[in-house]
């Protein structure tokens, strides 16, 4: 599941979590993107301590066998992680799922943390892999208005059961969780369930309405492909 930040990807890991056949691994290429980029991000050496930072390292892991009676194994990756230096030939294995937001709420939502630029965002580099190996699309508004619609409709289109109890789980933290957490899951950690939709209109600093504008055609690409309820 390919998503960009500030999006419901860490709800999407707790939904696919509860199902009895799905492992889920977070965002395994970060340490990777850390350490090439040397970036400062909260619990920065933390992360870069518990993930392999070589990206051929995780590839091999993210491909290889399950255990027994595990048929799913949900990858949860922030698109950006997927750093230019990354070899792309071991996607080809996967299926892919794409979870994408309006980009005005993400860079309102991103802005209350650190100055956004679009690399950060990661819509570039989700449409890449779109375009390279297709997948079923997700707006993260139309999960939020009907988890269960849109999310037996992801089921189908990736060729797995639906399973009813991907629409709630227990509050708390999980073991699957990456070191980064503390940082960033509070709100998903008292959570039982998707949140209810806000309608209300996002509030973007004007000095940020570039980004969104520079955002938007690739956001479009992928929102006419969206699986709707």
């Known amino acids: ?3 960009g930040p ?7 890991m707790r939904s696919f ?19 090439a980029t040397g970036l400062d991000h909260p619990a920065r050496d933390a992360v ?3 993930q392999p930072t070589d990206w051929r390292a995780v590839a ?7 255990p027994d009676g595990i048929s799913v194994f949900y990858q949860k990756h922030m698109t950006h992680h997927l750093l230019p230096d990354v070899g792309r030939s071991w996607l080809s ?13 993400v860079v309102a939502s991103y802005a209350k943390v650190r100055e956004p630029t679009l690399d950060d965002l990661g819509y570039p580099q989700q449409v890449e892999i779109f375009r ?10 139309d999960v939020l208005r009907d988890p269960a619609g849109v999310l037996s409709r992801l089921c189908e289109a990736l060729g797995i059961d639906w399973d009813p109890a991907m629409l709630r789980w227990r509050p708390g933290p999980r073991d699957t969780d990456g070191v980064w957490a503390p940082h960033w899951y509070g709100k998903v950690e008292t959570s039982t369930g998707f949140a209810t939709f806000d309608p209300g209109p996002a509030v973007v600093p004007s000095r940020l309405q570039s980004l969104v504008d520079a955002a ?8 006419v492909q969206r699986l709707a309820a």
């Open 132 to 141: 390279r190996y297709g997948g079923p699309v997700i707006d993260a508004a």
């Open 17 to 35: 979590g509860e199902r009895a056949d799905t492992i889920v691994v977070d965002e395994p290429l970060y340490a990777h993107y850390l350490y």
């Open 93 to 105: 294995v996967l299926s892919h799922a794409f979870l994408i937001r309006d980009p005005a709420y």
């Open 60 to 66: 091999a892991t993210l491909t290889g066998p399950l």
């Open 216 to 223: 938007m055609p690739y956001y479009e690409e992928l929102a």
């Open 6 to 12: 500030r999006n419901i990807s860490t709800a999407m």
């Open 48 to 50: 870069v301590a518990s």
């Open 1 to 3: 599941m390919w998503s």
